[in-house]
């Protein structure tokens, strides 16, 4: 199982760490990725980190401003969102990628097989 935690009401210019913390298997051994979804809106993809040479990618609308990272020795992914925005609200999900493709584009979605429960992050004054 994968269980996405960190979110929180925070004020533009903000920061949040997200976590997303494996149980049952070892996460150092797939890519995985974070998504939001903000109500009314289609699924985002924001960032990967891959599996073997820990590649990470970012969605333009984050470069810059989030940065992921993983701890293998807690068997956990990191999110770390600084300079928040409003248009950065949304639920936030983790999930595994077997293929190790990394995309952040809707016609990836399917590879993406382990999805966690999401957190919600709100970004407001």
């Known amino acids: 199982q994968l269980q996405a935690s960190g979110g929180g009401l925070v004020q533009p210019g903000g920061s949040l760490r997200l976590s997303c913390a494996a149980s049952g298997f070892t996460l150092e051994h797939h890519a995985i990725g974070w998504f939001r979804q903000a109500p009314g809106k289609e699924r985002e993809g924001v960032s990967c980190?891959?599996?073997?040479?820990?590649?990470?990618y970012y969605a333009d609308s984050v470069k810059g401003r989030f940065t992921i990272s993983r701890d293998n020795v807690k068997n956990t992914v990191y999110l770390q969102m600084n300079s928040l925005k409003p248009e950065d609200t949304a639920v936030y999900y983790c999930a595994t990628d077997p293929s190790s493709l990394c995309g952040l584009g809707p016609h990836y979605f399917d590879v993406y097989d382990y999805w966690g429960q999401g957190t919600q992050v709100t970004v407001s004054s």
């Open positions: 980190i891959s599996r073997s040479d820990e590649s990470t």
